[in-house]
């Protein structure tokens, strides 16, 4: 076949006659590159989203440290988020490397990739079609269509954006390799861009069954010479295709473990099989209706579970039936109608919920790769029929013009829906129903602004619609925690540690209990909750500290102070940790320790306030007239006080440093201002223990 188009799109060859026909593919390209960027510009100033950005980005130490050796081993090892992605991880990593956690950075770095993918699916579809006009359009609808925005100003969805790059790169060598010759080295070019595209994202494990329904459509390598499909050359593209099919299974194995390591199948239990394949099949039906009428889109749809009624899964499957059974008659006049819709058909179907993940009915992203099957059937359909004459074309292309603009203007108004989680969560409680994540996530908006009332009365709103909801109950928790409620946060925090799943937070969670236990006294339940969340993760620093400070305010110091010996040993030359064991040191009498504790503090930059003035008092008082010891204390104590201010106790000791210096004068003023400070702020009982200090001085 020719590399030059056999006709240009319907209408667009009298529309820009003046361009020379061997630049209209580059003049063509530059206008779907010009007409994405215009549509998708408003998602460089939209934020991070605190719904899976937070999983993926913001709080996932080997992506803020950028692209790092030991990030690149993270990223092919590690299954975090129940999800092995390896590319996708690295390419975050970069944009760290490159911006920061700049929310711009990693958004341009998707639109990048969605041009790239807009100018290739150009390049891709007009080389299978031979049509400038199929491949033009098919590309616009790619490039501007509402579905598709979802992959593109989520950073959490740079997998659909990535994985796309290569998807389109396997279909280009793939026409290359059917009509130029089946070569090793280009058949080694598609399986390599395959690889790369499931590193990225496994939903391209569709990719063999695509590359076949091509061989029937349009590269036509089914068919026998007298007509029909020719057995033998059926079974030479399915043995073909079965090293590609072999990286699949490999690849979907991969993901099952990774999903079922996180914790990702739990509805997979609780949803009967019959309620999952009826959700199915609506899915795939309103799939079809929001890729002609795209409203009402969010970036979280609810799963019905058993409560889908048979009426509309019923209708969803006459439509879907018939629409097959149209294609179907038409598979011999009309071959990309049925190679169309099986394509979109295909690619949809790991993600359909037959096997379910998560908790969402469907995702606009899993359409990024599906729906150019049926647009390009669509758009192969159409174009013979408006080349007839030319009223016909001109009227052909002013619709395919006003179809893409629309798709613009919805596409554009839809990266702002984007803008920040609020604006994204409060867009979706809008059109649709029953939506308890997206009162969770509106509920964590409000806790992070401090907005307790509002947080309290959406996460109150997510359990009534969710009474099982861990991750409701755990906010909830927190939230009336910071109310000052925390017999009611204890309550909530015990719920939510009763519906945990695997892939919870757990160990926060009984943090989080911890602290409700303390503030109403309950400290050996306190302490036990710590010790289940360190038996959680006992990597954590952290939750060491905690557990080392529950045990301290039960009077257990030496296994405090063996918990901090854990900690330090998690994140050596940590300072705060630092300092706290040597406070607890002091509390138990191990005195030369703690002063070596409190040094090596000051060595490392701590700048604890109260560690200069404890540092101070145990040398002041532990001195035994070396008088380089008892200076260090006075020089310690006067940074306190510089450092604290107006503090009775700060000056409390300046007095005791003063006094074992034998400045004596000096000691005695400074007692009287610690004293009056002491009393002007109601605090009679450390007043009289000053008085008590000055008699010692004055004698």
Known sequence: MANIPRHGPPGFCDAVAVVPRRLLPLVTGLGLAAATLAAYHGVLANDFVNYDDDLYLTKVDAVKSGLTLPGVGWAFTTF???????????????????????????????????????????????RLTGSLGVGAFTAGVFALHPLHVESVAWAAARKDVLSGFFWMLALIGYERWAR?????????????????????????????????????????????????????????????????????????????????????????DIVPLAARVGNAVVAYATYLRRALLPNDLAVFYPHPGAALGIGPVAGAAAILLGVSALFWLQRRRRPELLVGWLWWGVVLAPAIGIVQVGQAAMADRYTYLAQSGLVLALAATAAPLAARSRPARLAAGALALAVLLALGVATAQQVRVWRSSQTLFEH???????????????????????????????????????PGSAVAHALLGTVRFEQGRAAEAAAEFERALSAAGPGDDQATWFWGLAAAQLAVGQGPQAVASLERAVALQPGSAPLHAHLARALASQGRLADAIARLDEALRLEPGNPELTVLRAVLLERAGRTSEAIAAYREALRLGSQAPDLRNNLAFLLATTGSGDLAVVAEAVQLAEQAVAQLGENPVALATLATAYAAAGRSEEAARTAQRAIAVAESGGNAELAAQIRERLALYIE
């Open 428 to 466: 979706a409680l809008r059109v649709t129903r029953n939506n308890h994540v997206a009162h969770i996530n509106l509920g964590l908006v409000r806790l992070e602004s401090r907005d307790l009332r509002d947080a309290a009365v959406h996460l109150s709103a997510a359990l009534r619609i969710a």
């Open 80 to 126: 975090h988020g129940a999800n092995w992605f390896p590319l996708t991880w690295l390419s975050w990593m970069l944009d760290a490397q490159l911006y920061g956690l700049s929310p711009r950075g990693f958004h341009a770095t998707s639109l990048a990739l969605h041009v790239a993918n807009v100018l290739l699916a150009l390049l891709a579809f007009t």
């Open 180 to 268: 130029r010759g089946a070569s090793p080295l280009r058949g080694a070019a598609v399986a390599l861009a395959f690889v790369c595209g499931l590193l990225a994202k496994p939903v391209v494990v569709a990719l063999p069954c695509v590359l076949l329904l091509l061989d029937a459509w349009p590269l036509r390598r089914l068919e026998a010479e007298q007509g029909g499909w020719a057995p033998a050359r059926v079974r030479r593209a399915l043995l073909e295709k079965l090293p590609l099919l072999a990286i699949a299974a490999l690849f979907s194995a991969l993901v099952v473990v990774a999903q079922r390591a996180g914790g990702a199948l739990p509805l997979e």
